[in-house]
């Protein structure tokens, strides 16, 4: 009796943490660790529907193909996993949206926001990987977003994106959305306009 009593704690044990691998596995990015698309998208959506202040950033790296395409695609890899490092370091929730762009949220007031936002744009671009004996610098840049009362998921991240796209074509490292911000993507092939769905 005692030894089947064991062997079902055991067996309870092992469905336990094979569950909570597979919901770890199902929310988060395989390369950074950081919250994949999905959920990154999925908990900004929970904090507006609670009517929180958000404040959002997206942030995109400068040249990314430049750091494949000189030093490989481990050194890309390198980069995006610094990048989430640096992130995972602050008092944020952040995401990888795909590709080389994360989503930073912040539940905050809009001054706070900001200047996480700015940390983050910040912590990033001071920081270097090793590529083969090589220091590459990191950069990338910020895009944020306050979010009004009643805004919903998509148009916010598209204010966001506006942000960022204004900012790459100046060369600055961030740009906060406001009204006057045009709605035209950046200029090159990498940029691809998205859709976000509720």
Known sequence: MLLLAHRQRRALTTLHTRLTI??????????????????ILAHLQTQLDAGHPVTIAVLDFDDFKAINDSHGHDAG?????????QLKALPVIAGRLGGDEFLMV??????????????AQAAIASACIDAAG???RLAVTAGVAHAPAGISLPELMRYADRAMYAAKRTGEPHQTYH?????????????HRRTYRR
């Open 22 to 39: 597979a919901e770890y596995r199902a929310s988060h990015d395989d390369l950074t660790g950081l919250l994949n698309r999905r959920a």
């Open 77 to 85: 890899d390198k980069a995006l996993i610094e990048a989430a490092r």
């Open 106 to 119: 912040t539940t905050a007031d809009p001054r706070t926001g900001s200047a996480h936002a700015v940390a």
């Open 134 to 136: 090589r220091t590459v």
């Open 179 to 191: 009204d006057e911000i045009p709605d035209v993507p950046a200029p090159g092939p990498q940029r």
